[in-house]
Protein backbone atom coordinates (compact mmCIF):
# COMPACT_ATOMS: atom_id res chain seq x y z
CA UNK A 1 0.00 0.00 0.00
CA UNK A 2 1.42 3.27 -0.82
CA UNK A 3 1.50 6.00 1.29
CA UNK A 4 -1.89 7.72 2.28
CA UNK A 5 -2.09 11.33 0.52
CA UNK A 6 -2.81 14.05 2.63
CA UNK A 7 -6.77 14.18 1.12
CA UNK A 8 -9.20 12.08 0.49
CA UNK A 9 -12.17 11.71 -2.16
CA UNK A 10 -15.50 12.55 -0.83
CA UNK A 11 -18.28 10.52 -2.97
CA UNK A 12 -21.61 13.43 -2.16
CA UNK A 13 -22.88 15.72 -3.62
CA UNK A 14 -24.05 17.19 -0.19
CA UNK A 15 -22.64 20.59 0.47
CA UNK A 16 -23.26 20.27 4.41
CA UNK A 17 -20.85 16.57 4.36
CA UNK A 18 -17.94 19.17 3.09
CA UNK A 19 -18.60 21.98 5.45
CA UNK A 20 -18.67 18.56 7.95
CA UNK A 21 -15.34 17.49 6.20
CA UNK A 22 -13.62 21.33 6.36
CA UNK A 23 -14.92 21.23 10.10
CA UNK A 24 -12.61 18.22 11.07
CA UNK A 25 -9.63 20.16 8.59
CA UNK A 26 -9.32 17.35 6.03
CA UNK A 27 -8.77 17.93 2.88
CA UNK A 28 -11.09 16.40 -0.08
CA UNK A 29 -11.98 16.71 -3.49
CA UNK A 30 -15.28 15.68 -4.80
CA UNK A 31 -15.71 12.81 -6.56
CA UNK A 32 -19.26 12.87 -8.26
CA UNK A 33 -21.19 10.73 -10.45
CA UNK A 34 -21.38 11.07 -13.88
CA UNK A 35 -24.34 12.36 -15.51
CA UNK A 36 -25.02 8.71 -17.20
CA UNK A 37 -24.31 7.06 -14.27
CA UNK A 38 -27.64 5.70 -12.54
CA UNK A 39 -27.34 6.55 -8.70
CA UNK A 40 -30.90 6.65 -7.96
CA UNK A 41 -31.09 2.88 -8.27
CA UNK A 42 -28.58 2.37 -5.63
CA UNK A 43 -30.95 3.60 -2.82
CA UNK A 44 -33.78 1.01 -3.59
CA UNK A 45 -35.06 -0.33 -0.73
CA UNK A 46 -35.18 -4.29 -0.74
CA UNK A 47 -38.65 -6.01 0.35
CA UNK A 48 -38.70 -6.46 4.34
CA UNK A 49 -34.94 -4.32 4.39
CA UNK A 50 -34.77 -2.96 7.99
CA UNK A 51 -33.76 1.00 7.88
CA UNK A 52 -30.08 0.12 9.23
CA UNK A 53 -29.45 -2.68 7.04
CA UNK A 54 -30.68 -0.65 3.88
CA UNK A 55 -28.41 2.07 5.08
CA UNK A 56 -25.38 0.16 5.09
CA UNK A 57 -26.27 -1.67 2.03
CA UNK A 58 -26.46 1.86 0.16
CA UNK A 59 -23.54 2.83 1.40
CA UNK A 60 -21.75 0.38 0.55
CA UNK A 61 -22.91 0.06 -2.80
CA UNK A 62 -22.04 3.72 -3.46
CA UNK A 63 -18.21 3.62 -2.05
CA UNK A 64 -17.89 0.65 -4.78
CA UNK A 65 -19.29 2.71 -7.23
CA UNK A 66 -16.77 5.41 -6.72
CA UNK A 67 -14.32 3.29 -6.24
CA UNK A 68 -14.70 2.28 -10.37
CA UNK A 69 -15.48 5.91 -11.26
CA UNK A 70 -12.10 7.10 -9.71
CA UNK A 71 -10.72 3.88 -11.91
CA UNK A 72 -12.23 4.77 -14.77
CA UNK A 73 -10.98 8.51 -14.69
CA UNK A 74 -7.81 7.21 -13.96
CA UNK A 75 -7.41 9.74 -10.96
CA UNK A 76 -4.58 10.14 -8.51
CA UNK A 77 -5.33 7.12 -5.70
CA UNK A 78 -6.60 8.20 -2.32
CA UNK A 79 -8.88 7.35 0.08
CA UNK A 80 -12.76 7.60 -0.71
CA UNK A 81 -15.24 8.57 1.76
CA UNK A 82 -19.00 7.38 1.06
CA UNK A 83 -21.87 8.10 3.15
CA UNK A 84 -25.76 7.71 3.31
CA UNK A 85 -28.69 9.39 5.73
CA UNK A 86 -31.99 7.33 6.60
CA UNK A 87 -35.09 8.21 8.42
CA UNK A 88 -36.60 5.82 10.20
CA UNK A 89 -39.90 5.52 11.88
CA UNK A 90 -40.31 2.05 12.90
CA UNK A 91 -39.43 0.70 9.94
CA UNK A 92 -40.75 2.05 7.85
CA UNK A 93 -37.99 4.16 6.15
CA UNK A 94 -38.11 8.14 4.65
CA UNK A 95 -35.42 8.60 2.47
CA UNK A 96 -35.88 11.93 0.16
CA UNK A 97 -39.11 13.38 -0.56
CA UNK A 98 -40.35 13.03 -4.22
CA UNK A 99 -42.78 15.73 -4.31
CA UNK A 100 -44.37 18.31 -2.33
CA UNK A 101 -47.05 16.09 -1.15
CA UNK A 102 -44.84 13.10 -0.02
CA UNK A 103 -42.62 15.68 2.03
CA UNK A 104 -45.76 16.80 3.80
CA UNK A 105 -46.88 13.15 4.33
CA UNK A 106 -43.39 12.66 6.24
CA UNK A 107 -43.91 15.41 8.02
CA UNK A 108 -47.19 14.74 9.25
CA UNK A 109 -45.96 11.59 10.15
CA UNK A 110 -43.15 12.47 12.09
CA UNK A 111 -44.55 15.19 14.04
CA UNK A 112 -44.72 14.73 17.24
CA UNK A 113 -43.43 11.26 17.40
CA UNK A 114 -39.45 10.31 17.96
CA UNK A 115 -37.72 8.77 14.96
CA UNK A 116 -33.86 7.48 14.68
CA UNK A 117 -32.07 8.96 11.79
CA UNK A 118 -28.77 6.71 10.59
CA UNK A 119 -25.78 7.63 9.16
CA UNK A 120 -23.90 5.42 7.36
CA UNK A 121 -20.45 5.86 6.52
CA UNK A 122 -17.89 3.72 4.21
CA UNK A 123 -14.09 4.45 3.49
CA UNK A 124 -12.16 2.25 0.78
CA UNK A 125 -8.50 2.92 0.49
CA UNK A 126 -6.91 0.32 -2.04
CA UNK A 127 -8.20 -2.70 -0.52
CA UNK A 128 -8.52 -1.48 3.19
CA UNK A 129 -11.89 -0.83 4.15
CA UNK A 130 -13.29 1.03 7.22
CA UNK A 131 -17.48 1.98 8.45
CA UNK A 132 -19.63 2.47 10.47
CA UNK A 133 -22.75 3.38 11.58
CA UNK A 134 -24.38 6.34 13.84
CA UNK A 135 -27.27 6.34 14.73
CA UNK A 136 -29.55 9.10 16.82
CA UNK A 137 -32.80 9.69 17.84
CA UNK A 138 -35.13 12.96 17.28
CA UNK A 139 -38.29 13.87 18.46
CA UNK A 140 -40.10 16.75 16.80
CA UNK A 141 -42.89 19.05 18.33
CA UNK A 142 -46.43 18.88 16.98
CA UNK A 143 -45.99 20.50 13.36
CA UNK A 144 -49.80 22.41 12.38
CA UNK A 145 -50.82 21.99 8.93
CA UNK A 146 -49.70 25.75 8.47
CA UNK A 147 -46.36 25.25 9.82
CA UNK A 148 -45.85 22.05 7.55
CA UNK A 149 -47.35 23.85 4.46
CA UNK A 150 -44.75 26.86 5.06
CA UNK A 151 -41.88 24.87 5.37
CA UNK A 152 -42.56 22.76 2.53
CA UNK A 153 -43.13 25.65 0.67
CA UNK A 154 -39.42 26.91 1.31
CA UNK A 155 -38.17 24.68 -0.31
CA UNK A 156 -35.92 22.68 2.29
CA UNK A 157 -37.39 19.60 2.53
CA UNK A 158 -36.38 18.41 -1.16
CA UNK A 159 -33.50 16.35 -1.39
CA UNK A 160 -33.08 15.69 2.14
CA UNK A 161 -34.09 12.15 3.83
CA UNK A 162 -37.17 12.54 6.15
CA UNK A 163 -38.06 15.63 4.36
CA UNK A 164 -36.20 18.04 6.92
CA UNK A 165 -32.47 19.89 7.46
CA UNK A 166 -31.75 19.81 11.31
CA UNK A 167 -29.51 22.49 10.58
CA UNK A 168 -32.26 24.72 9.12
CA UNK A 169 -35.68 25.97 9.26
CA UNK A 170 -36.58 22.31 11.03
CA UNK A 171 -34.76 23.19 14.17
CA UNK A 172 -37.68 25.87 15.28
CA UNK A 173 -39.64 22.11 15.42
CA UNK A 174 -36.94 20.04 17.35
CA UNK A 175 -37.68 19.32 20.53
CA UNK A 176 -35.39 17.15 21.53
CA UNK A 177 -32.23 15.08 19.56
CA UNK A 178 -30.08 12.05 21.30
CA UNK A 179 -26.79 11.20 19.60
CA UNK A 180 -24.80 12.77 17.03
CA UNK A 181 -25.90 15.94 15.40
CA UNK A 182 -23.53 16.09 12.98
CA UNK A 183 -24.95 12.24 11.85
CA UNK A 184 -28.25 13.92 12.07
CA UNK A 185 -26.85 16.44 9.62
CA UNK A 186 -25.00 13.80 7.10
CA UNK A 187 -21.55 12.93 8.58
CA UNK A 188 -21.00 11.60 11.75
CA UNK A 189 -18.13 13.10 12.63
CA UNK A 190 -16.71 10.81 15.75
CA UNK A 191 -17.03 8.30 13.33
CA UNK A 192 -15.59 9.73 10.92
CA UNK A 193 -12.66 10.75 12.39
CA UNK A 194 -11.74 7.14 14.00
CA UNK A 195 -12.65 5.53 10.58
CA UNK A 196 -9.73 7.75 8.54
CA UNK A 197 -7.50 7.57 11.56
CA UNK A 198 -7.99 3.11 11.79
CA UNK A 199 -6.86 3.51 7.83
CA UNK A 200 -3.74 5.82 8.65
CA UNK A 201 -4.85 9.11 7.93
CA UNK A 202 -3.64 12.43 10.46
CA UNK A 203 -5.66 14.61 11.25
Same mark, same amino acid.
Given at each position: MPPVPDFIYLASQSPRRSQLLDQL !??? /? $???? %??????????????????? @?????????? @???? %?????????????????????? $?? !????? !? @??????? $? @???? /? %?????? /??????? %?IGWGDQYAVACSESWVTFAEWSEADIEAYVASGEPMGKAGAYAVQGRAAAYIAHISGSYSGIMGLPLFETAQALRSLGLCL
Open positions: !GVR /H $ALLL %ADADEDTESLEVQLRSEAP @KTYVQRVTAL @KLQA %AQQRLVRRNLLPAPILCADTTV $AL !GRSIF !G @KPEDAED $A @KRML /H %ALSNRP /HRVMTAI %A
